[in-house]
């Protein structure tokens, strides 16, 4: 028994590390997000103060345009880097799709409405890119979990279909919880408060920039946001 503990504690203490935290911010997380237009004032990041010193966030304003984002910024790689890292243990994410160069990591909860909003557009975007969907508990809390941790606890190549199931509001048939499931959306909770994040959906790019909702009008206006990125990256 005493083994088993010692085991668990090793392992919470291994994913933890991969998210790159050293304590929680005294700020705690924005409860509730809207979805902003283009017109409406951006949200900004929580003080630096309430964010752990191995994640130092810029002090600029959430969601900015991506000409003014400096995509090769220590705050970005540092985020970019911890979350391909965390999608490649396939233990916190569901894979929504897979195959493609390019990754967008959405923080997710499946019972905040925006979210459900957005499925659609996420679907359309995998027929090009990588989606990885970091489950939280944001709007939720404990219903959210309840529905939540039997998904992490599935295969990751079944976790799509039981995800599809909780935004479809169906019934599929019930998952087993486990411990590892529980912990690994804690882990999330937990990064999703150390980066600041003002709410959910927060999406991402693969080199660390916020994706701003005006970038996902359309399949061309995505692609020059991504490409961005990269084009200033090579600069």
């Keep these: 028994m005493a083994e088993a503990k010692i085991v668990w504690g090793l392992i919470f203490i291994t994913l ?16 509730t997000a809207l979805l902003q237009s283009s017109d409406q004032p951006p949200a900004s990041w929580l003080a630096a103060s309430s ?13 900015e345009p991506a000409e003014t984002i400096q995509p090769t910024s220590t705050a970005w790689a540092t985020l970019a880097n911890n979350l391909r890292d965390a999608a490649g243990r396939k233990l916190f994410t569901v894979p929504l799709t897979t195959g493609h160069s390019r990754t967008l990591y959405v923080f997710s909860d499946p019972l905040c409405p925006h979210c459900r909003d957005l499925e659609p557009t996420l679907v359309a975007i995998g027929k090009n890119y990588n989606v990885e969907i970091f489950p939280v508990t944001l709007i939720g809390k404990n219903q959210t979990a309840a529905q939540v941790i039997p998904v992490l606890c599935a295969p990751p190549e079944k976790r799509r279909a039981l995800w599809k199931a909780l935004l479809a509001d169906s019934s599929p048939a019930p998952a087993p919880s486990c411990d590892i499931g529980e912990k690994a959306l804690a882990v999330n909770d937990k990064a999703f408060a150390a980066y600041g994040f003002p709410g959910t959906p927060q999406l ?14 359309n399949d061309e206006t995505f692609a020059a946001f991504m490409n961005a990125g990269v084009q200033l990256k090579r600069k």
């Excluded at 964010?51 to 002090?59: G, M």
């Design 16 to 31: 933890v590390a991969i998210f790159g935290y050293q304590r929680l911010p005294t700020t705690p997380p924005i409860q």
């Design 51 to 63: 964010v752990p010193e191995t994640v130092q966030l810029p002090s600029r304003e959430y969601r």
């Design 204 to 217: 991402i790019a693969d080199d660390g920039r916020p994706v701003p909702f005006s970038a996902l009008e």
